[in-house]
């Protein structure tokens, strides 16, 4: 078992995990058909271990998704002191009472984005913090302005200095705070910075992503007094401290399950999605409907097929409930074979488009200008060899070898692996040739 030299403290994290110079290998053409069940939201599982913090009772999550991220953000909470316990396969118990540490190293923090969310909780927690400027997918930008912004509302006071986000905040205010644009991580880490603070904080324009209801449902689970999760606006009534023992279980991934929508849409397949929550996939489905995909919801079931040939659709991806930048590349590759000329304007990221320079390997025709890239459809993808550039790339790639005459291979594994849990096997439950050499 890994041991945090730091702490002394077990990691508990499996050590089978693959080897970052692993590939996926897909013999593509077999149409998906069968039943998958999805696994726990990362994001909203990022979120919620963060949160975890701001309470040293002890804290059991369900659904928790085993994947790299989730398990690098465990490993920076052990450092911090927790101690953290796989109970399950999607089970964790969290403990927080012995939490030491402030400052989270770049080995640690080089391993994942979500890292930044800690800010908001050691603030509120131990009145300072000192985190390594976070790694994760190269896809564009994500500036810590906004977060700045809405911490320092409350009274911290904050900076970058050689390579360290810095924080320090004697004691934390409620405010009246007005995002410019409503980052996810910005509403996050104010919110659980807010739960501790003085008196009411009104954030406006905030996120409404499933995920902030999620943390917003943990936090009060654990004594908040939020309101407003999923509207515009989120008022929060700050209390001394969280406790209580916990037990909470995760959303849905809406993403990992779009993903397979689409693998059976981009197949030709019938695939029914389980332990999902449908009303989640409404700017999904309306656009892999307008494809021509036959979409059927149940209460906690989705089922995809294709049965007809599909049309092409225009896609701007936007916050929520608009499109999600998080499933615009895998519905690029679904629209390399469609017939016709398709339309993606990207206004979240602006490396999201590193796929198309992939896909144009395997023979889409792609054409991308700043923000915005024109699919026109061929009648098949060939195999090829590719590598995945980011999370989402890499399951974009999946796709696009399943679609395909003949062989793809996928290099850079280890990306994909950071956001889906047991691909490989679900795949194959689902008639699919791939395996991970």
Not at 50 to 57: E, P, R, Y
Request: a positive charge; hydrophobic letters at 45%.
């Amino acid at each position: 078992m890994p041991v945090n030299k730091h702490m002394n403290l077990p990691i508990n994290s499996p050590d089978d995990r693959p080897a970052p110079e692993s590939r996926i290998v897909i013999n593509g053409g077999r149409p998906l058909r069968g039943r998958v069940r999805i696994a726990g939201a990362k994001n909203a599982a990022l979120a919620v271990l963060s949160a975890s913090i701001l309470a040293d009772n002890e804290i059991v999550l369900e659904n928790i998704p085993n994947i790299s991220d989730v398990r690098a953000m465990l490993e920076i909470i052990n450092y911090l002191g927790a101690r953290s316990t796989w109970l399950g396969p999607d089970v964790v118990r969290i403990s927080g009472g012995a939490l030491v540490q402030r400052e989270i190293p770049y080995r640690l923090a080089r391993k994942l984005r979500a890292s930044n969310l800690l800010l908001g909780p050691c603030l509120a927690r131990f009145g300072s913090a000192r985190i390594a400027l976070p790694g994760g997918c190269n896809i564009g930008s994500r500036p810590m302005d906004l977060h700045f912004k809405g911490l320092a509302g409350l009274g911290a006071d904050l900076g970058i200095e050689k390579g360290f986000i810095r924080g320090t905040a004697k004691r934390l205010r409620g405010n009246r705070i007005y995002l410019d644009f409503p980052s996810v991580g910005a509403t996050e880490n104010i919110m659980m910075a807010a739960v501790l603070a003085e008196g009411q904080t009104i954030i406006e324009n905030v996120a409404k992503e499933p995920e902030v209801v999620d943390l917003a449902n943990f936090l009060n689970n654990m004594g908040a007094r939020i309101r407003g999760a999923g509207t515009d606006i989120i008022k929060i009534e700050g209390i001394k401290s969280l406790g209580g023992r916990v037990r909470y279980a995760i959303i849905p991934d809406r993403i990992e399950a779009g993903t397979y929508a689409v693998a059976a849409a981009a197949t030709g397949g019938d695939v029914t999605l389980e332990n999902v929550i449908p009303p989640h996939f409404e700017p999904l489905n309306a656009k892999l409907r307008e494809a021509n995909v036959k979409v059927e919801e149940g209460e906690d079931t989705l089922r995809v097929s294709a049965p007809e040939p599909l049309q092409p659709v225009n896609i701007k991806t936007m916050p929520y409930p608009g499109f999600a930048t998080d499933m615009q590349s895998q519905m690029m590759s679904l629209l390399c074979t469609v017939p016709g000329t398709s339309v993606i304007v990207e206004n979240i990221f602006e490396n999201r488009f590193q796929v198309a320079e992939e896909l144009r390997r395997m023979g889409a025709r792609i054409k991308v200008e700043g923000r915005v890239a024109v699919v026109e459809g061929v009648p098949r993808l060939q195999g090829a060899q590719v590598k995945a550039t980011d999370l989402r790339a890499g399951a974009a790639l999946v796709i696009a070898g399943l679609m395909a005459e003949g062989q793809t291979q996928i290099c850079n594994a280890y990306f994909i692996d950071r956001g889906y849990k047991n691909l490989e096997r679900k795949l194959k439950s689902l008639g699919a040739e791939i395996d991970r050499i």
